[in-house]
């Protein structure tokens, strides 16, 4: 079964950079595009960015532009952000999830991985 | 950026009850939206996609409607499963913007 199992819980000060990961298992790692979906306590769900994990051709959000690098490993089957120069307002839940050709819908999600930004 | 509004913002419902959530796009996005259902501290869960099409394991209580610019989330009879927050999505253009969410209670 397709499964998406991301990294663990990070407590990051100001300034510094956060690397998530996210590991596909169940299918064929290359045939899918990921995204990647942040959420801040209390609040709704923010389109970070996309990479295709066949051309590794990504597209970001512009308030995360300049910031944010999204990568995939097809040999591990695992699709990396990382975020840098974070502030208070990068705190967040930060999920992974796989797009559908159709229509770009996210059909699997990771379970979620939360970054405090704290001094 | 396409802007995604839904209304209401949150809603009381009973057990039973038939519910609509309306999701506006601020211009055209033909049939490219999407439905999550998201629990509390759970990740979200996709419902509906490309307007109508009820995604693989999703109960047939679920229905979406609508193209261009006005789209529905249609719930025929809610199960206490079914509190939860519920976002739209479009799939149009990027960005891919989600709509602010709507939380169903429990009257």
């Known amino acids: 079964q397709v499964q998406l199992v991301q990294s663990g819980a990070e407590v990051k000060k100001p300034g510094a950079s956060v690397k998530v990961s996210c590991k596909a298992s169940?299918?064929?790692?290359?045939?899918?595009?990921f995204v990647w979906v942040r959420q801040a306590p209390g609040h709704g769900l923010e389109w970070m960015g996309w990479?295709?994990?066949?051309?590794?051709?990504?597209n970001y959000a512009q308030k995360v532009q300049g910031r944010v690098t999204m990568t995939t490993d097809t040999s591990t089957s695992t699709a990396y952000m990382e975020l840098r120069s974070l502030t208070s307002d990068d705190t967040a839940v930060y999920y992974c999830a796989r797009q559908l050709n159709q229509g770009a819908a996210y059909d699997y999600w990771g379970q979620g991985t939360l970054v405090t930004v704290s001094s | 950026d396409i802007q995604m509004t839904q209304s209401p913002s949150s809603l009381s419902a009973s057990v039973g009850d038939r519910i609509t959530i309306t999701c506006r796009a601020s211009q055209s996005i033909t049939s490219y939206l999407n439905w999550y259902q998201q629990r509390p501290g759970k990740a979200p869960k996709l419902l509906i996609y490309?307007?109508?099409s009820l995604q693989s394991g999703v109960p047939s209580r679920f229905s979406g409607s609508g193209s261009g610019t006005d789209f529905t989330l249609t719930i025929s009879s809610l199960q206490p499963e079914d509190f939860a927050t519920y976002y739209c999505?479009?799939?149009?253009?990027?960005?891919?913007?989600f709509g602010q969410g709507t939380k169903v209670e429990i009257k």
């Open positions: 169940g299918y064929t790692f290359s045939n899918y595009a």
């Open positions: 490309a307007a109508s």
């Open positions: 990479i295709s994990a066949y051309s590794g051709d990504t």
């Open positions: 999505q479009q799939g149009y253009s990027v960005p891919r913007t």
